[in-house]
């Protein structure tokens, strides 16, 4: 049974760091390019990063650009979100994801609050 983990939500306030985790069970995601996804209260989820399946090319939403770093260590099945200098709206449950999603791997996520 696949599973992906999501670790390293928080309450921090504005200008702080959380730093994200993925782990991925039941298959090797090495070979898939891999995202993280968010949903705030009252919106739709949307995209905010992805690495492609080596690890060396990352894309971002222009609202993250600079201050987030999406990476990968495939010898542990595991993706990461650095997140800095936080902003209250990005308030939201993380989860990640394959980029593309794939619809059964959505997982409970992480819950990110960041007071102002």
């Known amino acids: 049974q696949v599973q992906l983990v999501e670790s390293g939500g928080g309450l921090v306030q504005a200008g702080g760091s959380l730093r994200l985790s993925c782990a991925a069970s039941?298959?090797?995601?090495?070979?898939?390019?891999m995202g993280w996804f968010r949903q705030a209260p009252g919106k739709e989820r949307e995209f905010v990063a992805a690495?492609?399946?080596?690890?060396?090319?990352?894309y971002y939403t222009d609202s993250v650009k600079g201050r987030f770093t999406i990476s990968r260590d495939n010898a542990k099945n595991t993706v990461y979100l650095q997140m800095n200098s936080l902003k209250p709206e990005d308030t939201a449950v993380y989860y990640c994801?394959?980029?593309?999603?794939?619809?059964?791997?959505w997982g409970q996520g992480t819950q990110v609050t960041v007071s102002s």
């Open positions: 994801n394959t980029n593309p999603p794939t619809q059964t791997y």
């Open positions: 039941g298959r090797t995601f090495s070979s898939y390019a």
């Open positions: 690495v492609s399946s080596s690890g060396t090319s990352t």
